[in-house]
Each structure stands twice: as structure tokens, then as C-alpha cells.
């Protein structure tokens, strides 16, 4: 396994890279949701890249830029032990050098859930992820469900601009009581960490009332919320059941729906999501 910290370097070796790439982006501080991602790449592709970037530029000046968990050695062992070929770690100067001013911007599906939560967010994920691909040349990029809106976003970006390449979005990876791994779950103390199953808990009784054939998605929103508040840490900050390509708020739900939510737990901010199916 390669670690290679600069764009240049990056751009050499990729000339040599037997084909086909597949990259996985993420922003370090790895679990085993990030490592599927990474197998699925390694049984794809000839070459797999993994970058590890924490982006500056998705973050708002109140976030957790500064204190967003970090662990490189860490992550190298694992993904060597997955079978990683290349390590992508830029710095920011390198990703962003002085009079960068460039910017991807993906309309309407960003207007809402983050992107009303968190206004400029995808802006910095858009334009970190295009650069990602520019530099990269993958032939697929592996992203998890688990964020759900980016992968709407990304696979926009991807069709919108005729990016030669295949967006694969891997199943959401969850802890055995159910909630959805995240690197950010090591804010939870214990006792938050007991109250974030809620999120999961609140999606799943959707998904199971809409199979059992509630199409009304107000009540299943309802529903959700009503079971949400009942936990004393948790605090909302969005329930949607939307559309799967537009991200427009369903009134009847139909095959394919994405059902999400953010809620904080103490001070830290979850997201999660169930497809309906």
C-alpha cells in the first residue's frame, strides 16, 4: 500500500494504475462502514484508491472542523489489511491552494434537509468530490447510504456534467442495536450513545408501517416524531420522507422513498435514513 500526499504524485501514479480505479472518499477516522465501502471496491477493480480528507469547506464556522476525530495510523492499518493499493492524503493547502476560487454548485436537491441545516455544505462536498475525480480517474466511486442527500447530490453532479464515471452507493453499515455507524458516534457519552438507537428505532417503524400499508406519509412523519420526542436527549432537527431524485416531501409514499432524519443527541448531530422498500 501507497501513501501518497500531493496532487502531483497523485497524477503521476495514476498514469500506471492498472484499470479499472476504484475510489473511495472519505474523511478518515475509518469504521466498518467505510471498509465495505472498500471491499466492494476491491472485488470491482483492478486499483483501489481510498482518500482520507477532512474538508474544510463542508464544514460551517460553528461545526466540528477542528475537532473532528482523527486517527491516521489507525486508518492505514486498516486499509491495508483491506487491501488498499492507494492512500489519497492531501492537506488543505494542497487541495486548496492560495486563490482557489472555484466552486461546484448542485441546485434544488440542495436546497433542503442539510442543505437547509447546513447552507453551503454541499458546495464544499461538490467541489472537493469533483476535484477528487479529476485527480483520481476512477472508473466507480463507492459512497455509503448513510448519507443519503450526498449521494443524491453527487450522482446529480455526476449526470448533470457527463462524468465518465459509475456512482456506487453501498448499504447504510449498523452496529447491532441498529444505529448507523458514524465517526462522529464518538462524541456519545454512554448514555447518549443508549439514546441515538432512537434514530433507527423511528425510521424502522416507518419502513415497517409503510410495508404493512400506511401510504400516508404525514402520519408515518408524525409517527416518527411522536416517538423521537419521547426520548429526553434527543432534539430534532429535520423528518423527511421524500422523494428519491428530487428530494421533494412525498404525500403518499411510493417504492424507493427515502425516509431521514437529524436529530442531536446531547450536542452531537446524527443523521440517518431507510430506504423504502
Keep these: 500500500m501507497k501513501v501518497i500526499e500531493t496532487v502531483a504524485e497523485m497524477k503521476?501514479?495514476?498514469?500506471?494504475?492498472?484499470?479499472?480505479?476504484g475510489l473511495v472518499p472519505t474523511m478518515g477516522f475509518l469504521h466498518d462502514g467505510h471498509i465495505e465501502l472498500?471491499?466492494?471496491?476491491?472485488?470491482?477493480?483492478?486499483t483501489v484508491v481510498v482518500s482520507i480528507f477532512v474538508n474544510p469547506t463542508q464544514f460551517l464556522p460553528n461545526e466540528d472542523f477542528a475537532t473532528y476525530p482523527r486517527d491516521i495510523p489507525r486508518d492505514l492499518a486498516m486499509l491495508e489489511n483491506a487491501r488498499t493499493d492507494i492512500v489519497f492524503m492531501p492537506s488543505v493547502q494542497e487541495m486548496y491552494p492560495e486563490g482557489f476560487?472555484?466552486?461546484?454548485?448542485?441546485?434544488k436537491v440542495t436546497d433542503r434537509l442539510e442543505g437547509a441545516c447546513r447552507p453551503g455544505h454541499f458546495r464544499g462536498v461538490a467541489?472537493?468530490?469533483?476535484?477528487?475525480?479529476?485527480?483520481?480517474?476512477?472508473?466507480?466511486?463507492?459512497f455509503g447510504q448513510k448519507d443519503a442527500q450526498q449521494c443524491v447530490v453527487v450522482k446529480k453532479m455526476v449526470a448533470d456534467l457527463d462524468m465518465n464515471l459509475e456512482i456506487v452507493i453501498i448499504p447504510t453499515v449498523r452496529e447491532p442495536d441498529g444505529l448507523a455507524m458514524s465517526s462522529r458516534n464518538v462524541y456519545l457519552n454512554p448514555q447518549e450513545r443508549r439514546a441515538a438507537v432512537v434514530l433507527s428505532r423511528a425510521?424502522?417503524?416507518?419502513?415497517s408501517q409503510w410495508k404493512k400499508g400506511e401510504k400516508d406519509a404525514e402520519k408515518l412523519r408524525?409517527?416518527?416524531?411522536?416517538?423521537?420526542?419521547?426520548e429526553p436527549l434527543a432534539s430534532i432537527d429535520y423528518v423527511s420522507i421524500a422523494d428519491p431524485v428530487t428530494l421533494d416531501e412525498l404525500g403518499a409514499v411510493k417504492p424507493g422513498a427515502i425516509a431521514?432524519?437529524?436529530?442531536?443527541?446531547g450536542k452531537t448531530r446524527l443523521i440517518d435514513n431507510v430506504i423504502m422498500e
Design 12 to 21: 503521476k501514479a495514476r498514469k500506471n494504475l492498472p484499470e479499472p480505479v
Design 101 to 107: 476560487n472555484t466552486w461546484v454548485e448542485v441546485k
Design 127 to 142: 467541489t472537493v468530490v469533483n476535484k477528487l475525480f479529476n485527480i483520481v480517474q476512477p472508473a466507480k466511486a463507492y
Design 222 to 230: 408524525k409517527e416518527m416524531i411522536a416517538l423521537i420526542r419521547r
Design 38 to 46: 472498500v471491499r466492494r471496491a476491491r472485488a470491482e477493480s483492478k
Design 203 to 207: 425510521l424502522f417503524q416507518a419502513q
Design 260 to 265: 431521514s432524519l437529524a436529530v442531536r443527541i
